[in-house]
């Protein structure tokens, strides 16, 4: 089913209220005060559903009076069309144009003009007025309103207005729904049978029955215990429509209008937003520095803006900014405000959010301006790619990409193979940035190739080092790249496929293989082996590397003992001959019955025992060992 959220505007006493009350029968005028004044004090809500359509229109009336203008914007910001009421016989008024600029500047283009009165006003002088009201409404940017002239003493015209607004419902497109809930409270209360309830309007994002929900900014999670629209029951709201919510688990003190509902641990406070800003086109330039009244769904926070590119904004003029708030504010990306001045009190701008949770940006910055200018001018993937550019190869979380692009993780998720990014542990990382992370990876190792041509390559833990990433990090991209051919790891150690250190086998490193290889089981101290040459340490290094020397460890007496592959080999099979029944316990074989076998001493045979432990060849039971490899 189709729906469509509409706004009610114009000035005070235009017959908003008897307007919406005569196409719906409902009195949106609901509070003492408001009856008692006859004027609307706060938003009234009502349900117009147009005959042989399958949708529903939420009617907002909002208040025309200036000093309620606040009120006024805090039903505004989540309409998708506006219905002008202007009384035939006044015309257009100072709140007419401000209530227009109000939609404007959050990005309403769609509206249906309604003379009201048009009984009072003569044939000639309705039609001049029809032509004027239009004219104001489309220099505002609404997009070729119908003006349909009624009447609620006589019924005329209502009809016909009806059905315009049906027409509007149409050709509404499908509320965007970015995945997660989001509902600016605008009255909380508590009701027999209910308990805590909250109203407002559903921004983005479906709502259900049984969803946990977080009170923002600063408040507890709670439970949605049951949902209501216009009175009728709901297991699930859908965004843009009126709601009501029952809450189970917090009490009325623990909510205020101005907070609203949202999905746990998603969005964050911030002092800092990060805007795309359009001046009204009637005000004086807006300088950087100005103290300024931020309005937001239901909330209102003292806010100083900063220009990034320039010192003042110009009537009408669009232009990145910042906002930096008195006290920290909960607000999900894409999300329409207004601001305006305390003295005297008007609207001077408004615009989108782009970077709900940001910090001080440097001014003047190509980089930072081509960033907001991406994220003003494209849509959740546009946010992403920006986002982990910025990111590199840090990376950066999944809630923080869902906050940028105002859409849920899972979402994100879905987003991410397009972007050719991939998600490493709890970090992501842009494709461009792998790609370079790789490069990167590449070069280090090519560096250590030169450097030292004799070892086979680098542990992990050293290219970590060498880049300064977080070790899973580096660890996806060393997997990609042995995955791909680009790199061969040989046990701890990585090098790039094409090299080859047995290429830079010196005679040093033949001759130093010789002495190990006829030493056998009694091989030569390391020390005695290479002395103070420093390309015999070099070859040694290129020989343990190349598995051609074992380094075997004792680990009580913390000493290595280098023994050629070939003389391990020959104990294994000295071993198996000594012992042909030890694949038992009872049957094993102590270390000094080992050491007998091979005719060694024991400060050979425990780390070469202990290096056959390691490798599976044996296993200790106890004081004995059995053969299992």
Known sequence: ??????????????????????????????LKEEKARGVSIVPGFALLAPEGRDGEIDLVDLPGHERFVRAMISGATGMGAVLLAVDANEGIKPQTI????IARLIGVRRGVVALTKSD????????????????????????????????????????????????????????????????????????????????????????????????????????????????????????????????????????????????????????????????????????????????????????????????????????????????????????????RRDSPAITVAGGRVLDPDSRRRKR?????????????????????????????????????????????????????????????GERILG???????????LAVLAG????????????????????????PVAAAALRDLVATGDVAQGGALFRRAAFNPARNESEVARRLEAVFRQAGLNPPDEAEAIGRDVRRREALTYLVGAGTVIRAVDRVQRRAVLFHKAAVEEARAKLRTAFPGATQPESGFLARE????????????????????ATGFTRRAGDRRVIVG
Do not use: C, N
Request: charged share 20%; proline share 8%.
């Open 364 to 424: 003047h910055d190509p980089r930072v301006l081509a960033d907001l200018a991406g994220l003003a001018g494209g849509g959740p993937a546009e946010a992403l790619a920006i986002r982990l550019a910025q990111a590199g190869a840090a990376g950066a979380g999944l809630r923080d990409l869902a906050r940028v692009s105002g859409t849920a993780p899972d979402r994100v998720r879905a987003l991410l193979p397009a972007l050719g990014a991939r998600e490493v």
């Open 448 to 471: 250590h190739h030169r450097d030292q041509p004799m070892e086979h390559g680098l542990p992990a833990e050293r290219i970590v080092k060498a880049l300064g990433l977080a070790e």
């Open 1 to 30: 089913m189709k729906t469509l959220l509409v706004g009610v505007i114009g000035h005070v006493d235009h017959g908003k209220t008897a307007l919406v009350r005569a196409l719906t029968g409902i009195e949106t005028d609901r």
């Open 120 to 339: 009072l006003v003569a044939p000639d002088a309705l039609a001049e007025r029809a032509a004027e009201v239009a004219a104001v409404a489309a220099r505002a940017g609404l997009e070729a309103p119908a003006v349909v002239a009624t009447s609620t003493l006589t019924g005329a015209g209502l009809p016909a207005l009806s059905e315009a607004l049906a027409a509007l419902l149409d050709a509404s497109p499908p509320r965007a729904d970015d995945g997660f809930p989001y509902l600016p409270v605008d009255r909380v209360f508590s009701r027999a049978g209910f308990g805590t309830v909250v109203t407002g309007t559903l921004r983005r994002g479906r709502l259900s029955v049984g969803d946990a929900v977080a009170i923002v900014p600063g408040g507890p999670t709670a439970t949605v215990r049951g949902l209501q629209i216009h009175g009728r029951a709901v297991a699930t709201a859908e965004p843009g429509r009126r709601t009501a919510v029952a809450l189970r688990g917090v009490g009325l003190s623990d909510l205020s209008r101005g907070q609203a509902l949202a999905p746990p641990d998603l969005l964050v406070p911030s002092r800092w937003l990060d805007v795309s800003l359009t001046a009204s086109p009637g005000g004086d330039p807006l300088p950087g520095g100005t103290a300024l009244r931020l309005l937001f769904g239901t909330s209102e926070v003292a806010a100083r803006l900063r220009l990034l590119d320039r010192d003042a904004l110009e009537p009408g003029a669009m232009a990145p900014a910042q906002l930096h708030l008195d006290a920290a504010v909960t607000v999900p990306a894409r999300e329409p405000f207004i601001l």
């Open 431 to 441: 494709g461009p940035a792998f790609a370079s992370l790789r490069d990167a990876i």
């Open 98 to 101: 401000e209530h227009l600029e």
């Open 594 to 613: 080992a050491g007998a076998a091979l005719g060694i001493s024991r400060k050979f045979s425990i780390p070469l025992l202990e290096h056959l432990d």
